[in-house]
């Protein structure tokens, strides 16, 4: 039995945990102390680039990585705290700033220092009305005890954070889409290159991270690089000579939920299968696995043969998933891959921000295909083709063999590929979420495509037995690259 | 100068040029909606896919492939690589505009870009002139597996000339971007959200209007539109592109001079469209232009030449009209005739004019008469100028040349007039109020001769009226306030017997025993540059389309 191992969350139900005084008792701001005292910025930098901590808001990018590429020379430059937590099935930010604000204040103060940044933006989710009341009482508490302002606890650093409530769209939550809305403008993606690293808010250089992100910066400088990247697997990544390590260190916070006895935020260590978080939750409510989506609803689906997959941003995207926001929805055997479909596909549609021909188009045709498909209104046909061989008559000439052609299948596929293609991994798109729509149209798809076939034929939802509904690994490419792993390996 | 592979050419481009246009430099055509010279760019259109080539990550140095991601030509700009950055050590991009996965890419995204469209081309104006056809017949599929209910989201009034079919929008924002930006004006916005995007002006909860796109520039919405979701009202219905003949030339509603392209058939000028030029107008021209040229068509305009019997005015034929002005001309002294020419004419007009006053009735007396100041509209990226003629400069610089560079205006041209027996006024203007000095002074003069093209209160004061062309009916050339020497060009024929004004004037010299023998506007031009101070390349020839400036 996998135990939890809490970091982040250690104090979390600590009662008025929120409040300056409790924080102090339990270390707080101790690690900010320390990286001042004992650090200069360049090293902070270096330390969270040992460290091996990718970002938790979805891409895994590098954090040390991001900071590096950050231009020293231009000033002001910007601190975002990336808090729109709004991906389907993730929730592990939102216990942080209700409960915790001053954890996540240490780590932008700590990221500050690091980077000479002076002024912080924290944009949050505006359905976060108590988690932005505590996270402003917390900020209105650290300026009254010094941390927060001009020349921080006598040490000539200044930092300013404010808090910005978003108006609840999903596109803000992608980084650009945060800045143009922090700017006061209509929420929507900047064409990169040039990355908010370079041109961010207000065309200034800007760090943007998410708060798990940021609330691993404190437990990274107050326990050291070496604690710290004992916990997680590390692959190395052969296509480099010699192997390039690829980090998963540190712990994740997993939002389990769907068909488990106990959903919930668990914290664990990065590297972990399905079964075993399954097993963390409560176990499965339900007789078998149907299908689990590993990081929040634009993640590909992993299938009941995938269980074994490790749960971990290399591991997943050998699996041609993804770790995400690390929202994992477990469903069991009652559930209808093409209801789910239809269900993820109008939140998409209905949030797509309309910048882009691809996406503002292809979203709402993407959603009205799997409608038709579930309402039994999905296109099939029987078409016969010349086959030839040893026919009836025991001649040789046409067999006739007919064969069934799902029209909407097809046309589902193609066109959620026309978006962004999820096999060679492009997307005709501004932002990454032409990507989020195709994912999951095609892989669950491709990978239940016997549901998606039966619901055709009968013109009605039909929920068959996960043996059934699965299209087992050897049949689909979508599997492929799982079973050969060519280019990392375990070191 | 940036080294590029293009395709298979190689090509040099300056630094900072996009691939869109660098290509377009090089007659290859990467299609786009979104992006416009004279905008910014958010890329959003996704048409202008191209593919990058660099170095492989992970591969031996020195490897180089296409990018893993498509990039929009618009945004991407080449610029000179450090040597050490070359690719294949001599290039400084590498750059497909015609691959196997950019011709997807087009093909897809043009299939997005038709989900909704209502396909009404057979009742839409801007079929023949739409880059969705254009695009769809060079890059697109040739049918749609688009089955599902299409959006329709309601036409719209946007302001006094601009309707918005909603349907056809393909939401490219390049009106936003121009309300924002070139105008400054913003009344255009986006309203909704995803695939019910629509462009909007601001509007009360009941759909009432709380601002309309009534600014100066609104027209150039209409032209930018990629497609035919802007329409200009003024055009609705008229004519079908393909069976108008173009012509380019100047605008004549102001001092600014922008360069315009008269679009007409034989029956009449249909529309005017702004044409490029970097210094002057760049790509736009203000609405008092575009929709000014009204007069031109007009039922009224004065097709035979006028002259006063017992106080009405009898439609004569030209013969008998140049024939009462000879005599009364060859009655008076040189100094009780007044010649006034017209900044509304071209310099060949005015250059015959003077050559008339001065060699043939040796007058010194010349005028120059103009539309009333007006008023001046400066946008971040436009000015209208105060100064409705569009030959003011021109016109003072030649009738000048004749005469010391003494030309009359104001006041005391009005006060030679009042004082004149004769007064030969070459006026063209379209709603010329006058002012009661004026009118007194025209008042006073015992014969007047007008040369005009509509009936005006001037020509009621008139003892001869001679009708006269505008500028959509001659070759000549203007110059503008800032010295910018440009031609207009003939685009139909005058209404009845109106003949071009240096014709008239000349006819009238020949008459007196002047020797005046131009066939052409270019003819007068070629003596302009001969004998007009700074006129010196202003020939016909030299100036082309794209226009001289003239040495400060």
């Given at each position: 039995?996998?135990?939890?191992?809490?970091?982040?969350?250690?104090?979390?139900?600590?009662?008025?945990?929120?409040?300056?005084?409790?924080?102090?008792?339990?270390?707080?701001?101790?690690?900010?102390?320390?990286?001042?005292?004992?650090?200069?910025?360049?090293?902070?930098?270096?330390?969270?680039?040992?460290?091996?901590?990718?970002?938790?808001?979805?891409?895994?990018?590098?954090?040390?990585?991001?900071?590096?590429?950050?231009?020293?020379?231009?000033?002001?430059?910007?601190?975002?705290?990336?808090?729109?937590?709004?991906?389907?099935?993730?929730?592990?930010?939102?216990?942080?700033?209700?409960?915790?604000?001053?954890?996540?204040?240490?780590?932008?103060?700590?990221?500050?220092?690091?980077?000479?940044?002076?002024?912080?933006?924290?944009?949050?989710?505006?359905?976060?009305?108590?988690?932005?009341?505590?996270?402003?009482?917390?900020?209105?508490?650290?300026?009254?005890?010094?941390?927060?302002?001009?020349?921080?606890?006598?040490?000539?650093?200044?930092?300013?954070?404010?808090?910005?409530?978003?108006?609840?769209?999903?596109?803000?939550?992608?980084?650009?889409?945060?800045?143009?809305?922090?700017?006061?403008?209509?929420?929507?993606?900047?064409?990169?290159?040039?990355?908010?690293?370079?041109?961010?808010?207000?065309?200034?250089?800007?760090?943007?991270?998410?708060?798990?992100?940021?609330?691993?910066?404190?437990?990274?400088?107050?326990?050291?690089?070496?604690?710290?990247?004992?916990?997680?697997?590390?692959?190395?990544?052969?296509?480099?000579?010699?192997?390039?390590?690829?980090?998963?260190?540190?712990?994740?916070?997993?939002?389990?939920?769907?068909?488990?006895?106990?959903?919930?935020?668990?914290?664990?260590?990065?590297?972990?299968?399905?079964?075993?978080?399954?097993?963390?939750?409560?176990?499965?409510?339900?007789?078998?696995?149907?299908?689990?989506?590993?990081?929040?609803?634009?993640?590909?689906?992993?299938?009941?043969?995938?269980?074994?997959?490790?749960?971990?941003?290399?591991?997943?995207?050998?699996?041609?998933?993804?770790?995400?926001?690390?929202?994992?929805?477990?469903?069991?055997?009652?559930?209808?891959?093409?209801?789910?479909?239809?269900?993820?596909?109008?939140?998409?549609?209905?949030?797509?921000?309309?910048?882009?021909?691809?996406?503002?188009?292809?979203?709402?045709?993407?959603?009205?295909?799997?409608?038709?498909?579930?309402?039994?209104?999905?296109?099939?046909?029987?078409?016969?083709?010349?086959?030839?061989?040893?026919?009836?008559?025991?001649?040789?000439?046409?067999?006739?063999?007919?064969?069934?052609?799902?029209?909407?299948?097809?046309?589902?596929?193609?066109?959620?590929?026309?978006?962004?293609?999820?096999?060679?991994?492009?997307?005709?798109?501004?932002?990454?979420?032409?990507?989020?729509?195709?994912?999951?149209?095609?892989?669950?798809?491709?990978?239940?495509?016997?549901?998606?076939?039966?619901?055709?034929?009968?013109?009605?939802?039909?929920?068959?037995?996960?043996?059934?509904?699965?299209?087992?690994?050897?049949?689909?490419?979508?599997?492929?690259?799982?079973?050969?792993?060519?280019?990392?390996?375990?070191? | 100068?940036?080294?590029?592979?293009?395709?298979?050419?190689?090509?040099?481009?300056?630094?900072?040029?996009?691939?869109?246009?660098?290509?377009?430099?090089?007659?290859?055509?990467?299609?786009?909606?979104?992006?416009?010279?004279?905008?910014?760019?958010?890329?959003?259109?996704?048409?202008?896919?191209?593919?990058?080539?660099?170095?492989?990550?992970?591969?031996?140095?020195?490897?180089?492939?296409?990018?893993?991601?498509?990039?929009?030509?618009?945004?991407?700009?080449?610029?000179?690589?450090?040597?050490?950055?070359?690719?294949?050590?001599?290039?400084?991009?590498?750059?497909?505009?015609?691959?196997?996965?950019?011709?997807?890419?087009?093909?897809?995204?043009?299939?997005?870009?038709?989900?909704?469209?209502?396909?009404?081309?057979?009742?839409?104006?801007?079929?023949?002139?739409?880059?969705?056809?254009?695009?769809?017949?060079?890059?697109?599929?040739?049918?749609?597996?688009?089955?599902?209910?299409?959006?329709?989201?309601?036409?719209?009034?946007?302001?006094?000339?601009?309707?918005?079919?909603?349907?056809?929008?393909?939401?490219?924002?390049?009106?936003?971007?121009?309300?924002?930006?070139?105008?400054?004006?913003?009344?255009?916005?986006?309203?909704?959200?995803?695939?019910?995007?629509?462009?909007?002006?601001?509007?009360?909860?009941?759909?009432?209007?709380?601002?309309?796109?009534?600014?100066?520039?609104?027209?150039?919405?209409?032209?930018?539109?990629?497609?035919?979701?802007?329409?200009?009202?003024?055009?609705?219905?008229?004519?079908?592109?393909?069976?108008?003949?173009?012509?380019?030339?100047?605008?004549?509603?102001?001092?600014?001079?922008?360069?315009?392209?008269?679009?007409?058939?034989?029956?009449?000028?249909?529309?005017?469209?702004?044409?490029?030029?970097?210094?002057?107008?760049?790509?736009?021209?203000?609405?008092?232009?575009?929709?000014?040229?009204?007069?031109?068509?007009?039922?009224?305009?004065?097709?035979?030449?006028?002259?006063?019997?017992?106080?009405?005015?009898?439609?004569?034929?030209?013969?008998?009209?140049?024939?009462?002005?000879?005599?009364?001309?060859?009655?008076?002294?040189?100094?009780?005739?007044?010649?006034?020419?017209?900044?509304?004419?071209?310099?060949?007009?005015?250059?015959?004019?003077?050559?008339?006053?001065?060699d043939v009735l040796k007058t010194t007396q010349l005028g120059l008469f103009g539309q009333l100041l007006g008023e001046e509209h400066k946008f971040p990226q436009f000015?209208?100028?105060?100064?409705?003629?569009?030959?003011?400069?021109?016109?003072?610089?030649?009738?000048?040349?004749?005469?010391?560079?003494?030309?009359?205006?104001?006041?005391?041209?009005?006060?030679?007039?009042?004082?004149?027996?004769?007064?030969?006024?070459?006026?063209?203007?379209?709603?010329?109020?006058?002012?009661?000095?004026?009118?007194?002074?025209?008042?006073?003069?015992?014969?007047?001769?007008?040369?005009?093209?509509?009936?005006?209160?001037?020509?009621?004061?008139?003892?001869?009226?001679?009708?006269?062309?505008?500028?959509?009916?001659?070759?000549?050339?203007?110059?503008?306030?800032?010295?910018?020497?440009?031609?207009?060009?003939?685009?139909?024929?005058?209404?009845?017997?109106?003949?071009?004004?240096?014709?008239?004037?000349?006819?009238?010299?020949?008459?007196?025993?002047?020797?005046?023998?131009?066939?052409?506007?270019?003819?007068?031009?070629?003596?302009?540059?001969?004998?007009?101070?700074?006129?010196?390349?202003?020939?016909?020839?030299?100036?082309?389309?794209?226009?001289?400036?003239?040495?400060?």
């Amino acid at each position: 039995m996998v135990e939890e191992r809490r970091i982040l969350y250690e104090h979390l139900d600590v009662p008025d945990i929120n409040t300056f005084d409790v924080f102090r008792q339990y270390d707080g701001y101790t690690r900010f102390e320390k990286a001042i005292a004992e650090y200069q910025p360049e090293d902070i930098a270096k330390m969270v680039l040992d460290s091996g901590l990718k970002g938790r808001g979805g891409a895994g990018f590098s954090t040390g990585e991001k900071w590096s590429f950050v231009p020293k020379d231009i000033k002001p430059c910007y601190l975002c705290c990336n808090a729109d937590e709004s991906e389907p099935g993730t929730f592990s930010n939102r216990y942080v700033l209700e409960k915790n604000p001053h954890l996540l204040i240490e780590g932008i103060l700590i990221c500050c220092y690091a980077m000479g940044i002076e002024t912080t933006y924290i944009y949050i989710r505006g359905e976060f009305t108590l988690g932005k009341k505590m996270l402003d009482a917390a900020i209105k508490e650290a300026y009254e005890q010094g941390y927060l302002g001009k020349d921080i606890r006598g040490t000539g650093l200044n930092v300013d954070i404010y808090s910005h409530p978003g108006a609840g769209a999903y596109i803000c939550g992608e980084e650009t889409g945060l800045i143009e809305s922090l700017e006061g403008k209509r929420g929507q993606p900047r064409n990169k290159p040039p990355f908010p690293a370079v041109e961010g808010v207000f065309r200034k250089p800007t760090v943007v991270q998410n708060v798990e992100t940021l609330c691993n910066l404190p437990f990274i400088i107050g326990n050291g690089v070496e604690w710290y990247t004992q916990m997680g697997p590390t692959y190395a990544d052969t296509r480099f000579d010699p192997p390039k390590p690829d980090a998963n260190t540190g712990t994740k916070l997993y939002c389990i939920s769907g068909d488990v006895n106990e959903p919930g935020v668990y914290e664990l260590d990065l590297g972990l299968t399905s079964t075993e978080l399954i097993e963390v939750a409560g176990g499965l409510r339900g007789e078998e696995v149907k299908a689990v989506i590993p990081g929040g609803s634009s993640a590909p689906i992993l299938t009941h043969y995938e269980l074994d997959t490790r749960l971990d941003f290399t591991s997943l995207t050998l699996a041609k998933s993804m770790l995400g926001s690390g929202g994992i929805i477990v469903m069991n055997e009652t559930r209808n891959i093409v209801d789910c479909l239809l269900n993820i596909m109008k939140f998409y549609a209905h949030e797509s921000c309309g910048q882009c021909t691809p996406c503002r188009w292809g979203t709402p045709w993407v959603r009205d295909i799997v409608q038709r498909i579930a309402d039994g209104d999905g296109r099939k046909d029987t078409i016969t083709r010349p086959k030839f061989g040893v026919a009836e008559n025991g001649r040789w000439g046409d067999t006739g063999e007919t064969e069934e052609i799902y029209e909407d299948l097809d046309l589902l596929e193609s066109v959620a590929n026309n978006i962004a293609n999820v096999d060679t991994m492009t997307w005709n798109t501004i932002c990454v979420f032409g990507i989020a729509v195709s994912w999951p149209a095609v892989s669950y798809m491709r990978k239940f495509r016997p549901e998606f076939e039966a619901t055709i034929r009968e013109g009605k939802l039909v929920t068959l037995p996960v043996a059934e509904a699965t299209v087992p690994p050897e049949e689909n490419y979508a599997y492929q690259q799982r079973f050969v792993p060519k280019e990392f390996a375990d070191l | 100068m940036a080294f590029v592979k293009l395709n298979d050419l190689e090509i040099e481009v300056e630094d900072g040029t996009n691939i869109v246009e660098a290509a377009r430099q090089h007659g290859i055509e990467v299609p786009h909606y979104c992006y416009h010279p004279g905008l910014t760019r958010p890329a959003n259109c996704r048409m202008c896919l191209i593919e990058t080539y660099g170095p492989i990550p992970g591969a031996p140095p020195g490897t180089i492939g296409p990018a893993r991601q498509l990039a929009t030509g618009c945004t991407t700009t080449v610029r000179t690589a450090p040597p050490d950055r070359k690719l294949d050590d001599k290039y400084d991009a590498i750059v497909q505009t015609d691959s196997p996965r950019v011709k997807k890419a087009r093909e897809d995204v043009l299939e997005f870009l038709l989900v909704h469209h209502p396909l009404d081309c057979p009742v839409c104006d801007q079929a023949g002139e739409c880059d969705l056809q254009d695009y769809s017949y060079r890059h697109g599929h040739d049918k749609s597996r688009y089955i599902e209910v299409k959006n329709v989201p309601p036409k719209k009034d946007l302001g006094p000339d601009v309707l918005l079919y909603s349907t056809r929008c393909v939401v490219c924002t390049r009106c936003i971007r121009f309300a924002e930006e070139v105008s400054g004006t913003g009344e255009l916005g986006l309203v909704h959200r995803g695939s019910h995007d629509e462009i909007d002006i601001p509007r009360s909860h009941e759909g009432v209007p709380l601002q309309v796109l009534d600014n100066k520039l609104a027209g150039n919405v209409v032209d930018i539109c990629p497609v035919g979701a802007l329409i200009s009202k003024d055009f609705l219905f008229k004519s079908r592109p393909w069976f108008m003949e173009k012509a380019n030339s100047v605008c004549s509603g102001c001092s600014v001079g922008c360069n315009i392209t008269v679009e007409y058939k034989v029956d009449g000028v249909y529309r005017l469209k702004p044409r490029f030029h970097e210094d002057i107008n760049q790509h736009w021209m203000c609405d008092d232009g575009r929709l000014g040229y009204h007069y031109v068509n007009s039922d009224d305009r004065l097709q035979l030449p006028l002259k006063r019997v017992d106080d009405e005015f009898t439609p004569t034929h030209w013969a008998d009209a140049l024939a009462v002005i000879t005599e009364k001309l060859s009655e008076v002294e040189a100094e009780d005739i007044v010649v006034i020419g017209s900044a509304q004419g071209t310099n060949e007009d005015n250059y015959v004019l003077q050559q008339f006053a001065h060699d043939v009735l040796k007058t010194t007396q010349l005028g120059l008469f103009g539309q009333l100041l007006g008023e001046e509209h400066k946008f971040p990226q436009f000015t209208i100028e105060a100064d409705k003629n569009p030959n003011t400069a021109g016109a003072r610089t030649i009738l000048g040349s004749a005469n010391g560079n003494v030309v009359l205006e104001g006041d005391t041209l009005w006060e030679k007039v009042s004082g004149a027996k004769v007064v030969y006024l070459v006026s063209g203007l379209p709603e010329r109020p006058l002012e009661d000095a004026e009118k007194a002074a025209l008042e006073s003069v015992d014969f007047l001769i007008v040369q005009d093209i509509l009936p005006s209160e001037i020509t009621q004061l008139a003892d001869v009226v001679l009708p006269g062309t505008t500028f959509a009916e001659k070759d000549g050339t203007f110059t503008n306030s800032t010295g910018w020497v440009q031609r207009i060009r003939k685009t139909i024929d005058p209404p009845g017997e109106a003949r071009v004004d240096w014709e008239i004037t000349q006819q009238l010299a020949k008459q007196l025993g002047g020797e005046m023998n131009y066939h052409f506007a270019g003819e007068i031009a070629l003596a302009i540059s001969e004998n007009v101070a700074g006129y010196g390349d202003a020939t016909h020839q030299k100036i082309g389309d794209a226009g001289i400036k003239l040495a400060e």
